[in-house]
Nanobody, 121 residues
Framework: QVQLVESGGGLVQAGGSLRLSCAAS????????MAWYRQAPGKQREMVAI???????NYADSVKGRFTISRDNAKNTVYLQMNSLKPEDTAVYYCHANLRTGWALARKDYWGQGTQVTVSS
């Protein structure tokens, strides 16, 4: 079994910073892509940032220049440093990983349980 466990969410004032972490554990052979998504009330889940196994990154236009995604492959962990937070960043943030649990097995998608980020104005 594979688990993704997020931490680091909370309440912060506009202009503040938060750092989210997501650790993947279990029967992991290799991790391809790791990413952060978010879902605000009444809205669809959207991609925030993505990082490949080769450390290539991509960001949603709304967070470019403010958020930074990184990963520690030795720890199977992905981070999201969020600076200059805005009220519109308020959402539940979900960790995602596309990984193999065995060398001959296909890659599958796994999700964390989500962590709430609330930015007050």
């Amino acid at each position: 079994q594979v688990q993704l466990v997020e931490s680091g969410g909370g309440l912060v004032q506009a202009g503040g910073s938060l750092r989210l972490s997501c650790a993947a554990s279990g029967s992991i052979f290799s991790i391809n892509v790791m990413a952060w998504y978010r879902q605000a009330p009444g809205k669809q889940r959207e991609m925030v940032a993505i990082i490949t196994s080769g450390d290539s990154t991509n960001y949603a236009d709304s967070v470019k220049g403010r958020f930074t995604i990184s990963r520690d492959n030795a720890k199977n962990t992905v981070y999201l440093q969020m600076n200059s937070l805005k009220p519109e960043d308020t959402a539940v943030y979900y960790c995602h990983a596309n990984l193999r649990t065995g060398w001959a097995l296909a890659r599958k998608d796994y999700w964390g349980q989500g962590t709430q980020v609330t930015v007050s104005s």
